[in-house]
């Protein structure tokens, strides 16, 4: 070990800790404030911020479903006249079916009345039988008709459940069906009257 008046020993003064000043504490409470003020308005400008994003996100958001909601109206809207629409043929094609009835029924007792007072000749054996497969015919058709109509209120009363553009295809095959049996009436009413 060196001695003391060793020159090559190195002098470490004792440590002291000093008090810190009045003056140093007072600084170090501004720093101290200071910087918690900053943090907290970061903080606070972050927190404004978030919520004014997340405010313009649930008004976005409330647009798409507020316009989502005006489509569906619309097609609610759409369906309700394609139903309120089918209804009404169908009522239509109800008279329309109660007439070829009232109709049917004359040309059948007509049928009757002619075929009491052709029975005897042979020829009109041929006719009578024609005009019943045709009567036949035509109620078969208009029963089809009816039974389309009905099967289309049971689609557009549960609309939801189907596909639009699948509807609409079975309202068209079942007005087609149903104008093929009205010609079909036509027709029948027509050679009647014509015999």
């Known amino acids: 070990m060196?001695?003391?008046?060793?020159?090559?020993?190195?002098?470490?003064?004792?440590?002291?800790?000093t008090p810190p000043r009045r003056r140093d504490r007072a600084r170090t409470a501004w720093i101290v404030t200071t910087s918690l003020l900053v943090l907290a308005l970061g903080a606070s400008s972050a927190a404004y911020v978030y919520s004014n994003n997340a405010a313009r996100q649930w008004q976005v958001r409330a647009e798409q479903v507020s316009a989502e909601l005006a489509d569906m109206t619309a097609q609610r809207r759409q369906v309700q006249g394609l139903l309120d629409a089918s209804q009404t043929a169908l009522a239509g094609t109800k008279s329309?079916?109660?007439?070829?009835?009232?109709?049917?029924?004359?040309?059948?007792?007509?049928?009757?009345?002619?075929?009491?007072?052709?029975?005897r000749a042979a020829d009109?054996?041929?006719?009578?039988?024609?005009?019943?497969?045709?009567?036949?015919?035509?109620?078969?058709?208009?029963?089809?008709?009816?039974?389309?109509?009905?099967?289309?209120?049971?689609?557009?009363i549960d609309i939801d459940s189907y596909d639009i553009s699948v509807v609409l295809g079975v309202a068209e095959e079942i007005n087609r069906g149903c104008d093929q049996a009205q010609a079909a009436s036509d027709a029948f009413v027509t050679w009647l009257e014509g015999d």
């Not at 007509?110 to 075929?115: C, E, F, T």
Request: charged letters at 25%; a negative charge.
């Open 96 to 119: 329309a079916l109660g007439e070829v009835t009232e109709e049917y029924n004359d040309a059948a007792k007509r049928i009757r009345d002619l075929a009491d007072e052709k029975a």
């Open 2 to 17: 060196a001695g003391m008046g060793d020159p090559n020993e190195i002098f470490v003064p004792p440590y002291v800790v």
């Open 124 to 156: 009109t054996v041929g006719v009578l039988g024609s005009a019943v497969d045709r009567s036949r015919n035509v109620a078969v058709q208009l029963d089809q008709c009816v039974a389309g109509l009905q099967e289309l209120q049971d689609y557009l």
